[in-house]
């Protein structure tokens, strides 16, 4: 059975940090890319970081560079996203999605090959 589960969600105030995590089974994680789509309450899904498959490579939105770092440890089959300098902005949900990296927002979870079930980001202002 494929997994992908998303934890490390919270509640925190502007400006603070949190760091998710994805532990992967099911599938060979290390050989496909993931990636970390957001959805806020009423929007659209939105792509905001992207990694390959040996972690060589790593993509950002721009709204989101320079404070999210996306990282993965293929003996763990885990991907992680580091956020930092939050803002009210970044409160969503977040999913990791295995699948190869597209830089543009998804119209749906099934543009990739495997979906979490999410995290819940909420940034207090």
């Known amino acids: 059975e494929v997994r992908l589960v998303e934890s490390g969600g919270g509640l925190v105030q502007s400006g603070g940090s949190l760091s998710l995590s994805c532990a992967a089974s099911?599938?060979?994680?290390?050989?496909?890319?993931m990636n970390w789509v957001r959805q806020a309450p009423g929007k659209g899904l939105e792509w905001i970081a992207a990694?390959?498959?040996?972690?060589?490579?790593?993509y950002y939105k721009h709204s989101v560079k320079g404070r999210f770092t996306i990282s993965r440890n293929n003996a763990e089959n885990t991907v992680s996203l580091q956020m930092s300098s939050l803002e009210p902005e970044d409160s969503a949900m977040y999913y990791c999605?295995?699948?190869?990296?597209?830089?543009?927002?998804?119209?749906?979870?099934?543009?990739?090959?495997?979906w979490g079930q999410g995290t819940q980001v909420t940034v207090s202002s």
């Open positions: 999605a295995a699948g190869r990296i597209r830089f543009g927002d998804p119209l749906n979870p099934s543009e990739y090959n495997f």
């Open positions: 099911g599938f060979a994680f290390s050989t496909i890319d």
């Open positions: 990694i390959n498959r040996d972690g060589t490579e790593t």
